[in-house]
């Protein structure tokens, strides 16, 4: 049975959890980088004169600031990062529960999205294959960067943006859909097609984290998705 996302004290879905100009501010810092990263056709611009170590870095700090900035908002409205994330992990048996859902989801996911890249016919561009791990070094940052991808983008993404929309909207379904595709929209470096296919995954983690009223899944098949992408792609980038 999930465990519902929003505590007795916390306002409901149906509130917003910040003011505003705040959910425009978070968008901002997400779609700038997004748009820089399209035009220097890189993970981040830094990373393309600086390499990868740069370019992990920098988007590693870039998240966990933005989770930071809304931390700070929404604490002001009597609202935790635990009630942003919901669900819990009472014992052991709740953690392999939890990993299971992740890994069945991953599975029906990338079905889709193989299916979808295939009608689209999208293939990684140069940013996408240059974005792997080469070297001891920029793998542990690698996996640093997939850990704080699987946190902090559920966080903003799910967490923030999805309740931020419903409430705005008045509707679950658009919150769901809406931050889907700013979720696709923050990937610029990616191109058009994959941009789209990510919105499309976007709104299956929605799906998920509406349906379990967690994140914890959600971050993960995240997590496990980033991580095993570039530790195996690696290997096919010369």
């Not at 425009?24 to 830094?46: D, N, W, Y």
């Not at 014992?91 to 890249?117: C, H, M, P, Q």
Request: charged fraction near 10%; include cysteine; hydrophobic fraction near 55%.
């Amino acid at each position: 049975m999930a465990t519902p996302a929003i505590t007795a004290q916390n306002p409901p879905s149906s509130r917003l959890v910040a003011p505003g100009w705040h959910t425009f501010m978070v968008l901002l810092f997400l779609f700038v980088p997004s748009v820089l990263g399209a035009r220097s056709q890189s993970l981040s611009p830094i990373g393309r004169s600086h390499g990868h170590v740069a370019s992990y870095s920098t988007v590693l700090l870039l998240e966990w600031a933005i989770v930071a900035f809304i931390w700070f908002s929404v604490r002001l409205r009597g609202v935790r990062l635990q009630d942003l994330i919901g669900g819990s992990w009472p014992k052991w048996t709740s953690i392999l529960r939890d990993l299971g859902i992740a890994l069945a989801f991953l599975i029906a996911a990338n079905i889709v999205l193989e299916i979808l890249a295939g009608l689209l016919k999208a293939a990684p561009n140069q940013a996408v294959r240059g974005l792997f791990p080469q070297g001891r070094m920029e793998i542990v940052l690698y996996l640093l960067l997939t850990v704080t991808a699987g946190i902090c983008e559920e966080i903003i993404f799910r967490g923030y943006l999805q309740r931020q929309f419903a409430a705005i909207a008045r509707s679950a379904a658009a919150g769901l859909i809406i931050q889907g595709v700013a979720f696709g929209a923050s990937h610029g470096y990616q191109g058009p097609k994959f941009m789209f296919i990510i919105a499309v995954y976007g709104c299956l983690f929605g799906l998920l984290a509406e349906w379990r009223r967690s994140l914890r899944p959600g971050m993960m098949a995240h997590f496990l998705q980033d991580s095993v992408l570039g530790l195996v792609g690696r290997h096919f980038v010369k």
